[in-house]
C-alpha cells in the first residue's frame, strides 16, 4: 500500500512559477513509476507528467512540455514537478499517482495509488 500527499498548490499570476512536491509512504517508493495529473472543472482529467522508477526516462504532455519539469528523490520519497511559464489554461487540481508497472507512462488505468489533489490556480 502506498499513500501519497500532494502538496504546493496555490494561486499565481500567468507566467509565474510553481513547484508541487507528493510525498509517498512505504519502503518501496523507488519501486514506483510516478506521474502528474490534473482536472480541471467540467473536464476529464488528463496526464501532465510521467518518471519511471529509475528516475532515467521522463514523459510529459505537449500542453507543458518545455514549461514543466518531472523529478524525482527516491531517498526523500518525493516526487516534484516544478511549474514554469504557468499559463491561465493550466489551472486544475493536481493529482499524483504511483504505479507498479513499471511500464506505466501516460495512462491513467496503469496508476494504482492516488492522491487527495492540490488545486493550482493561475491568474491572468
Known amino acids: 500500500q502506498v499513500q501519497l500527499v500532494e502538496s504546493g498548490g496555490g494561486l499565481v499570476q500567468a507566467g509565474g512559477s510553481l513547484r508541487l512536491s507528493c510525498a509517498a509512504s512505504?519502503?518501496?517508493?523507488?519501486?514506483?513509476?510516478m506521474a502528474w495529473f490534473r482536472q480541471a472543472p467540467g473536464k476529464e482529467r488528463e496526464f501532465v507528467a510521467a518518471?519511471?522508477?529509475?528516475?532515467?526516462?521522463?514523459y510529459y504532455a505537449d500542453s507543458v512540455k518545455g514549461r514543466f519539469t518531472i523529478s524525482r528523490d527516491n531517498a526523500k520519497n518525493t516526487v516534484y514537478l516544478q511549474m514554469n511559464s504557468l499559463k491561465p489554461e493550466d489551472t486544475a487540481v493536481y493529482y499524483c499517482?504511483?504505479?507498479?508497472?513499471?511500464?506505466?507512462?501516460?495512462?491513467?488505468?496503469?496508476?494504482?495509488?492516488w492522491g487527495q489533489g492540490t488545486q493550482v490556480t493561475v491568474s491572468s
Open positions: 512505504g519502503r518501496t517508493f523507488s519501486n514506483y513509476n
Open positions: 518518471i519511471k522508477w529509475s528516475g532515467i526516462s521522463t
Open positions: 499517482a504511483a504505479a507498479r508497472d513499471t511500464r506505466a507512462t501516460m495512462t491513467s488505468s496503469q496508476y494504482d495509488y
